[in-house]
C-alpha cells in the first residue's frame, strides 16, 4: 500500500492525532473517506465513458470496413 510499512503509517497517525486532536481525527477520517469515494467513483464514471466511446468506435470501424468491402 504505497510502499509505506508500519513504522510510517505509525508516525502518520501519531502526527495526525497530535495535530487535530481526538475530538477531531474521527470527523477527518470521515471526510477523507468521502472523499475518496468520490474520487474513485468520478474515475469509475470516467473510465466507463471511455470503454464506451471505445465500443462506439470500434463499432463504426467495423461499418465502414463492411461497407468498402460491398462496394469494391
Not at 22 to 42: D, H, Q, S, T
Amino acid at each position: 500500500m504505497f510502499g509505506l510499512g508500519a513504522p510510517e503509517l505509525i508516525l502518520i497517525l501519531v502526527l495526525a492525532l497530535i495535530i487535530f486532536g481526538p475530538g477531531k481525527l474521527p470527523e477527518v477520517g470521515r471526510a477523507l473517506g468521502k472523499g475518496i469515494r468520490e474520487f474513485k467513483n468520478a474515475t469509475s464514471a470516467v473510465t466507463e465513458e471511455i470503454k464506451e466511446a471505445a465500443k462506439i468506435d470500434e463499432g463504426d470501424g467495423s461499418a465502414k470496413e463492411k461497407a468498402a468491402k460491398h462496394t469494391s
